[in-house]
């Protein structure tokens, strides 16, 4: 069975991690602004259904379209990659295909880091902008809603993110691993999205260093952050040079569009660790050509957490049962709204031929049994509709060509 909307049929396109390094991902990445204006175009040219994900491992977009190029053509026009480069990174999933990588995506399956859950505060805010863009038809906001429960049971019935493990954790695991005298180090963070309070929570955790400095754009939020969180220090955008030149240690989270730490920042015989959490990357490579300077990005930090994965691996066939139960429950709705109207038209119309056959019947046969035959009949009719239904659900069936041909042959008239 198709899935389709309007005409129209389900498709995910995309790049991740999985063929794209840390820059072919940066150039496809679509910031939050352009976001909106691809949602705003896709609706105008009538593209039905349809929400983004652009994170630091992945850009996607996923709707119900007349071809997946019509989906293609957006992402390429709001990001800074082109189609060409696309063909050689892509992924493009159909229907139920597309269905089950939102599900693994969704589930941490399909994380850089096996279990990764940040990706579900990203997805909820996509979801989000999608909804205020008034572009979620009834389908996607139907999976959407099963998607996040899955992943919510994902999360509480297996220990498929046991061991604390993320794009955060891993920068401050790999501190602890190849810093010495960590606890010490004067370390710097710059950016407070969620990698960015993730990474404060985790060097606040698991070093216990006093020396933790927090620089954001907008310091409000950097202020709200630090009434919780009093062992992290706040300074200003103003004072971003002379931290970093106080700092053994750069941290950089910020979600900018271009490079927010240049050569002009870092001076030339300064010794610094550079962990770049960004996507697309924010410190420029030029920064990372310096002899005393060691930058490092996210696929480097995502090697370091084997021995977690392992165990998460173990929880993989729990989680993918679960995606299985909530895929179903989707496509049983699918079916329903599907071939509900279809069914319910069949029913009317036999009843109608049960009721016609039955009046002139009792008006030519003596003591004719009205209530006897409308129990058989009523039996005959949902046996027809059953077999109907089940018709339809076969794979090698073609729904649309069967309701036509039923609704011709019974003159139905039926209210999609």
Avoid at 19 to 47: C, H, M, P, Y
Avoid at 156 to 163: E, F, P
Avoid at 194 to 200: A, E, V
Avoid at 280 to 289: H, I, R, S, T
Wanted: a neutral charge; charged letters at 25%.
């Amino acid at each position: 069975m198709s899935i389709e909307s309007k005409g129209r049929k389900l498709y995910n396109v995309g790049l991740s991690y999985k063929k794209a390094d840390v820059k072919t991902r940066g150039a496809f990445s679509i910031t939050k602004e352009n976001q909106v204006l691809l949602l705003r175009e896709a609706k105008k040219f009538g593209v039905d259904g349809v929400f983004i994900l652009s994170t630091c491992n992945r850009t996607e977009i996923m709707g119900f379209a007349n071809h997946p190029f019509e989906l293609i053509s957006l992402l390429c026009k709001y990001s800074q990659g082109s189609v060409e480069e696309f063909v050689n990174v892509s992924n493009v999933y159909k229907g139920k295909d597309a269905i089950r990588h939102l599900f693994k995506i969704a589930t941490g399956l399909d994380s850089q880091i096996l279990g990764d859950y940040e990706i579900v505060g990203q997805l909820k805010e996509s979801f989000q902008t999608a909804k205020d863009q008034n572009t979620l038809n009834a389908y996607l906001e139907r999976l959407i809603n099963l998607v996040l429960q899955a992943s919510k049971k994902v999360k509480n019935s297996t220990k498929l993110s046991s061991g604390t493990t993320s794009v955060s954790y891993a920068a401050v695991q790999y501190i602890i691993e190849k810093v010495s005298d960590f606890e010490s180090k004067n370390i710097l963070v710059y950016g407070l999205g969620d990698i960015g309070k993730n990474t404060c929570k985790n060097l606040i955790q698991y070093t216990e260093n006093d020396n933790v400095v927090l620089i954001n754009r907008t310091e409000s939020k950097a202020r709200e952050f630090h009434k919780q969180h009093k062992e992290v220090r706040v300074e200003t955008l103003e004072t971003l040079n002379i931290e970093i030149e106080k700092a053994d240690i750069l941290i950089v989270s910020t979600g900018a569009n271009v490079p927010t730490i240049t050569t002009e920042h870092v001076a030339k015989d300064k010794e610094l660790l550079i962990l770049d959490l960004s996507m697309p990357e924010n410190v420029d490579l030029a920064v990372g050509e310096l002899a005393a300077v060691n930058l490092v990005n996210i696929d480097e930090l995502s090697k370091i957490t084997n021995k977690t994965i392992a165990e998460r691996e173990k929880e993989i066939p729990k989680a993918e049962a679960i995606i299985e139960d909530h895929k179903s429950e989707f496509m049983e709705w699918l079916d329903h709204r599907k071939f509900t109207p279809a069914v319910n038209a069949l029913k009317s119309s036999l009843m109608s031929i049960q009721n016609d056959a039955i009046d002139f019947q009792s008006k030519k046969t003596d003591g004719f049994n009205v209530a006897h035959a409308e129990v058989i009949a009523s039996r005959m009719i949902q046996k027809i509709t059953t077999q109907f239904v089940k018709h339809l659900k076969a794979d090698d069936t073609s729904v649309d060509q069967s309701i036509d041909v039923i609704s011709k042959m019974f003159d139905m008239e039926i209210n999609k």
